[in-house]
């Protein structure tokens, strides 16, 4: 069935098909019921010639119509045997595919044409027709305009909705780039930053150098090891500064603070507290030194976490969960509030507040960025939980 609704071609030739052959079997039977010859080549020429027309209903509609209305009049004409109803099957299909492919101002025209014609020819004398006859035409005929008309509205609002369901579509799609696009600039600032900071610190250092090198010479030597030190890693966040980057973006002016890191945690999780959540922080593992991208990262993740968490899930607790793993930094925020629910986050500085409706998808940028990876979702136990990896030894 799938494969002839989507050739409706075939699907209406074997229609037609099918009704000349119905229309002819019967126009036999009905000869022989009343002992007439049976129907001749003329007659079967007749049949076909109103009945296959119908494999062009769809593109063709109005003229299909007009061309077996012409050879239905033509056989009555004729003194060939009458045919079983008053209108041809193929007529009805013909009428229906007015009222179904054309618009309703050329239905209605064809439609008082049509019951003009069935009028007068009911009333001229040399037809045996009466009132029976005439309502039996006039219900056959409106039942199928009926239904052509409510075939035509239910496919133009199924159109109507196809389009806009598209549209929807292309308008998530838009709507998920320009937030990776933002996101990714914001990232890209913050790495900014992070460069910036160790770029002052090289200054601060090197300044320093040559006074060291003329009282403490080994001290000289540790301040130009922690210069390169640091200029190495300003490289490792440069590269994955340009590799974030997409375009220019227009944004305030880079500061030399420090961003934060995991160290200042505690500090988040007291903030949260102080807005009602029930939130714990839990510690494992030992400490290792981060590059400044991934301790930025695994802040802005609890941060969004969190956020979440106060916008979502009300005053439940909420259990943040760190551990330093032999290779990844692995991090978990799990809320008792309702699995099923939205999540927009958002923000910057150090307190959960309102956001855009795109954290889940910084947090993901933000992990992938360091090829790490993060999940978001209910929980089977209750609640919502987000997990996030970190590599530890990740160079950008």
Known sequence: ??????????????????????????????????????????????????????????????????????????????????????????????FYSIAAWC????????????????????????????????????????????????ARVRRLHTAGLEARAVWLARERDFEATRAVTAERARIARELHDVVAHHVSMMVIQAEAGPVAAEHDMPEAVRAFDTIAGTGRQALVEMRRLLSVLRKETDGPEPSLVPQPGVAQLPGLVERVRQTGLAAT????????????????????????????????????????????????????VRDDGPAARARPTGGDDGAPHGGNGHGLIGMRERAHLFGGEL???????????????????STG
């Open 375 to 393: 999940t978001a979702g209910p929980d089977p136990e209750g609640g919502f939980t987000v997990r996030a990896r970190l590599p530890l030894g």
């Open 103 to 150: 618009g309703r101002r050329t239905s209605m025209i064809v439609g008082v044409f049509t019951a003009i014609s069935v009028v007068v020819i009911t009333v001229l004398p040399a037809t045996d027709s009466d009132l029976l006859d005439f309502s039996f035409v006039v219900l056959l005929l409106g039942s199928a305009w009926v239904l052509g008309d409510s």
């Open 281 to 332: 922080l839990h510690v494992e593992g030992e400490p290792v030194p981060l590059s400044a991208g991934v301790e930025l990262s695994a802040y802005r993740i609890v941060q969004e976490a969190l956020t979440n968490a106060v916008k979502h899930a009300g005053k439940v607790p909420v259990r943040v969960h760190v551990r330093y793993d032999r290779q990844d930094l692995r991090i978990e």
């Open 1 to 94: 069935m799938a494969w002839i609704r989507g050739r409706p071609l075939i699907a209406d030739a074997l229609l037609a098909v099918l009704l000349a052959v119905v229309s002819l079997i019967a126009l036999v039977f009905q000869s022989r019921s009343e002992h007439l010859p049976a129907p001749g080549p003329l007659a079967a020429a007749f049949v076909l010639l109103i009945n296959l027309p119908l494999a062009w209903r769809r593109a063709y509609p109005l003229g299909v119509n007009l061309a077996i209305g012409v050879a239905a009049a033509a056989y009555g004409a004729t003194a060939l045997p009458d045919l079983v109803t008053p209108v041809p099957l193929s007529g009805v299909v013909a």
